[in-house]
């Protein structure tokens, strides 16, 4: 069998499209290529638009699927061609798909996941095997269905001797707990906000898509009761496993709370409210590493948060005993840790292997994640 596999991975920060060839057999993941491509802005605004309610989802929701499906093809097309690979070298892609909802264990005791996706286009379009739908059957089981990537952050990553952290900054912030020793129990959950709430906030009063390097937010000041208010919020205090998304940390979250502060204390500058959400996410960060996992060496920062300069060194001082630094410096960039994730995800549907920690999710056991699409 190939063990050449394709991830590819389009997250809550709603920026675009990552993807990697991934070679696996030996003793790591080998990174053969990564392709990177921004959403369409009418894609972006129709995914961004479906995470709330509105008139005329279903018919919606599969269009940008099937737009999703054809911005995920570009990237496989441009990996294959900048590699010169084939696709019957390879043996499968990973398309995780666009988070819309994510609302685990609410309603009837099992809840949903929804990723829109369209991995049977997608196969049709590259002539590929398709492994999607990775988060439901952990569900199903009883799971949060997130974060599905400690099993390969324990792969990868694997420390030698010492306590280690992998922290991924996309829309959403998720923590990855290794121990020193490769019996302990890996343990993982979500921290709360990553760029989310920071990137919305930007584009509304810059027009900027995201704080380059948190320029920005340096140029402001923290308010501080403002900060007290969101860290108030009841999911940051709840013990894992927990899992969250847009369905809370979204902007009229953020709006009811900077109203609730305006009215006592009068509206702050934009500015300031930037410096706050930076602040905000660096803390429920250290916080989140500083309960679960007091004594921790290093904390290997993923995702496009990693790239954040500001949000960088206001974990670093908030976590002073502990080295932050970015996972490039343990041999995987930033931005190619989640799709080489889900290549690994994939591979382990392909192998019929279970993939999930019952441990992170919460679920009644380890399951085999993931539907196949043959090519």
Not at 209 to 233: F, K
Not at 241 to 260: A, H, I, Q, V, Y
Request: with cysteine; proline share 6%.
């Amino acid at each position: 069998m190939s063990e050449l596999f394709i991830g590819l991975m389009s997250g809550t920060s709603l920026d675009g499209v990552d993807g990697v060839l991934v070679e696996f057999g030996g003793a790591s993941p080998v990174v053969l290529a990564h392709q990177a491509i921004g959403f369409p802005e009418g894609l972006r605004a129709d995914f961004l638009a479906l995470n709330t309610s509105g008139p005329d989802e279903i018919h919606r929701g599969a269009l940008a699927a099937n737009g999703l499906a054809r911005s995920y093809a570009a990237v496989v097309h441009a990996l294959l061609e900048s590699t010169g690979v084939s696709t019957h070298a390879v043996c499968a892609i990973g398309a995780h798909g666009q988070t819309v909802r994510h609302r685990p264990g609410e309603f009837d005791g099992v809840g949903y996941t929804t990723q829109l996706n369209q991995p049977a286009l997608l196969a049709e379009l590259c002539g590929i095997d398709v492994v999607a739908d990775f988060r439901s059957r952990d569900v199903a089981a009883g799971g949060q269905g997130a974060p599905l990537v400690p099993p390969f952050h324990q792969a990868f990553f694997s420390p030698q001797g010492e306590r280690l952290a992998v922290l991924n900054i996309g829309g959403i912030s998720n923590l990855t707990l290794l121990h020193a020793t490769p019996q302990a129990p890996v343990l993982g959950f979500d921290c709360g906000p990553g760029n989310a709430l920071i990137d919305a906030w930007c584009q509304q009063h810059t027009g900027q898509p995201y704080d380059a390097n948190g320029a920005w937010a340096a140029s402001g000041s923290v308010v501080i009761g403002l900060l007290e208010l969101l860290l108030a919020e009841p999911f940051l205090q709840k013990p894992p496993p927990k899992s969250t998304g847009r369905d809370l940390f979204n902007t009229p979250w953020l709006e009811s709370r900077l109203s609730e502060w305006s009215r006592a204390h009068g509206a702050p500058a934009a500015v300031d409210v930037q410096s706050t959400l930076t602040e905000f996410t660096a803390r429920t960060c250290a916080d989140a590493l500083q309960r679960n996992m007091s004594a921790c060496s290093q904390l290997a920062v993923c995702g496009g948060g990693a790239y954040n300069g500001s949000l960088m060194a206001r974990l670093q001082a908030l976590l002073p005993d502990t080295k932050v630094l970015s996972s490039a410096d343990l041999g995987l960039p930033p931005l190619q840790v989640e799709a080489t994730a889900f290549a690994w995800l994939a591979r382990q549907t392909v192998k019929r292997s279970t993939s999930s920690l019952p441990k992170v999710t919460g679920a009644q056991g380890a399951r085999i994640l993931g539907a196949i699409y043959p090519a």
